[in-house]
């Protein structure tokens, strides 16, 4: 005889039967179950939370990071994430979080950098450092580089963390200071740091440079590899004299000299297999006849007339060799002194897989004056890359072509230095990505003036991010 207690054990068994909960896949009820997620309230707080960390002066010289991490600690605090913050120096200090995965796949490092270059107010359209909003856009020092992007990486753990979302990894939260002179940030807590994250698997940071032309999308850049500074000062040493009676020779004239032969040189073309990539997929959005040029680069390069003029635009020279740039210069304090020295300083930036001993001889047979001393002013670090064969690679790819299914996905290189280059010697496979689209006006912004990110970008990229670093940490 059935009891009642059993005939109510089966009809309620029954009626979760009938109602699809019991005999489901466990992932369709963790769905089923889960709330949505109220995406215009991250949105508000990401915007909101953007324009405070703009108005934290960290401009490197002298960098005051220290503010920075503890605008992100008393954030993480709130949150209860798990935070700690490293002052290093007095003032310059590194901070890092962490979302506790169950441990079956290695981490993902988010990186950013808290220093921002120095701005001058009176060049601006408001005041660098008030994230002023005008016209769609929050003005700010870093806007572009690279606290914005430094912020989508706070919110993502925020939502991760909120939203209780399956970790089968951590994800780390990692923002250094410095990058933006001596990297002593990164170079720090990689030499007494490292055992908190050099186990990572994967690390996402600055890069891209994704365009947005006539209002939509054009190309979603993923940054595989980076050009490596090599810092040259040239100084030439001569007689001293008073200036109303040149000297022929004078250190400032063969200075000058010097320069001009560096200026005529063109150094050599190298295709990479990453630009080559690059050049081919952007293909498409190229009037014909760069369309045909373009889808056929190796081959179109062999036209010198062709590779000269490539070269030679600022947006992709830089991709096809290595580049030097006259930046700084020094000589006399007095209009009417010859001085005994002179110098000036090259910003030269090397493909990956370029030994900065031979483009310094090369360099030296260029300028053909033994007098003049050459000097590396950065520690250089060696140019590297990582493969576009991952998981994550592929994670990037589809999330941007669901949000923007007409854009090209393409990988990139950068022109300007990352971290990812420390990183990737710890083993870690580093892209520079994030979903903020810019036109090249914007862009202009970057270490120039009237830097600025539209609200669009924030708040449209939150969701983006969120997506890439859920499905690669889940």
Not at 285 to 310: D, T, V, W, Y
Request: charged share 25%; net charge neutral; aromatic share 8%.
């Amino acid at each position: 005889m059935i009891s009642n207690s059993q005939k109510k054990l089966a009809a309620v068994v029954g009626s979760l039967f009938l109602s699809g909960i019991l005999f489901t896949d466990p992932s369709v009820q963790a769905q089923t179950a889960a709330k949505p997620i109220d995406w215009a309230a991250y949105q508000d707080q990401a915007v909101d939370l953007t324009r405070k960390y703009l108005r934290i002066n960290t401009s490197n010289p002298p960098g005051n990071e220290i503010a920075a991490a503890k605008f992100f600690k008393a954030i993480c605090d709130k949150e209860g994430i798990q935070s700690e913050i490293f002052e290093y120096q007095p003032g310059r200090a590194n901070i890092i979080a962490r979302l506790k995965g169950n441990g079956s796949k290695r981490p993902i490092i988010l990186l950013s950098h808290t220093d921002v270059v120095t701005a001058d107010p009176k060049a601006w359209r408001v005041d660098p450092f008030s994230a002023d909003i005008v016209e769609g856009s929050i003005y700010g020092r870093g806007a572009l580089d690279m606290k914005s992007q430094g912020l989508l990486q706070l919110m993502t753990v925020i939502i991760l963390a909120r939203e209780r979302a399956p970790l089968s990894r951590d994800v780390i939260f990692l923002a250094t200071a410095d990058e933006e002179v001596k990297d002593e940030g990164s170079l720090w807590m990689i030499a007494n740091k490292a055992d908190l994250f050099k186990n990572a698997e994967y690390l996402l940071t600055e890069g891209g440079d994704s365009l947005l032309a006539e209002g939509k999308v054009k190309f979603v850049g993923i940054d595989v590899a980076e050009k490596a500074p090599f810092w040259l000062r040239l100084k030439a040493t001569g007689q001293p004299g008073h200036g109303s009676r040149p000297i022929a020779d004078s250190a400032p004239n063969r200075l000058v000299r010097a320069m001009a032969r560096i200026l005529a040189y063109e150094p050599p073309i190298k295709l990479l297999p990453a630009v080559e990539k690059f050049f081919k997929d952007v293909a498409p959005l190229q009037p014909e006849p760069m369309r045909s040029k373009f889808a056929n680069i190796r081959e179109s390069l062999k036209n010198s007339g062709f590779a000269q003029e490539l070269a030679g635009q600022r947006e992709y020279g830089y991709l096809l060799r290595n580049t030097i740039s006259l930046t700084m210069m020094g000589g006399s304090k007095q209009t009417n002194v010859i001085p005994n020295e002179a110098t000036c300083d090259l910003d030269v930036r090397l493909l990956p897989g370029e030994k900065p001993e031979e483009f310094l001889a090369t360099l030296k047979r260029v300028i053909d004056d033994p007098r003049i001393q050459i000097e590396n002013t950065n520690t250089f670090k060696p140019p590297n890359s990582s493969s576009d064969n991952t998981e994550l690679f592929q994670i990037i790819t589809s999330v941007a072509k669901t949000y923007h299914p007409e854009a090209v996905i393409t990988t990139k290189m950068l022109s300007g230095y990352t971290e990812s280059q420390l990183y990737r010697q710890l083993g870690i496979i580093s892209y520079g990505w994030a979903p903020i689209y810019t036109t090249t006006e914007e862009n202009a912004g970057v270490h120039g003036n009237n830097e600025r990110i539209t609200v669009k970008n924030i708040r449209e990229g939150i969701r983006e991010f969120y997506e890439v670093v859920s499905q690669i940490a889940r």
